[in-house]
């Protein structure tokens, strides 16, 4: 028996309803809890990065230059479909759907000049497909790249 139809890049494959994806390429959670956790991280080499991105040296921003490759890899399986939308974007952030400032600001994050809400709402209600990846970090001044308190560190790592 086979396990691989759990992970989303086998399941979406036999989703056959509308789908739009939705995320960070470099999704803070995904880094501090599947890319560096805490229990692989014994000596804190990782601690200031999952801080804040900008704190990342150059070796870490290239690990994570190849876990976003991956990422996106695992999207190539998709059909391409009007019944497909996409938007992934370069920030350093989780859940960009639950909050104002993400979602429909007027400085929320964009891409090809389109925020999220714009984006979903136009596949959602079919005035126009929407399927577009980002270009790898730094390169998209529209994000709101979550920092993290040092104090709350501890809270947000997987332990």
């Not at 494959?13 to 560096?36: G, H, M, V």
């Not at 991105?53 to 009007?82: H, V, W, Y």
């Amino acid at each position: 028996m086979t396990l691989k139809c759990f992970f989303p890049q086998y399941m979406a494959q036999k989703i056959r309803t509308p789908l739009f994806i939705l995320n960070a390429a470099y999704d803070s959670w995904q880094i501090k809890n599947i890319l560096a956790p805490a229990p692989a991280d014994p000596h804190g080499y990782w601690s200031v990065c999952k801080i804040d991105i900008k704190n990342c040296s150059s070796t870490q921003l290239k690990t994570m230059q190849d876990f976003r490759l991956e990422f996106l890899a695992t999207l190539t399986g998709l059909r391409r479909s009007p019944a497909r939308g996409l938007f992934i974007n370069s920030c350093y952030a989780h859940c960009q759907s639950e909050m104002q400032e993400t979602w429909f600001a007027a400085d929320s994050p964009v891409l090809n000049k389109t925020a999220i809400a714009k984006a979903v709402g136009d596949w959602f209600y079919h005035r126009s497909p929407f399927q577009m990846v980002d270009c790898p970090y730094p390169c998209d001044r529209s994000c709101h790249n979550r920092g993290f308190d040092p104090e709350e560190r501890n809270s947000l790592q997987y332990k």
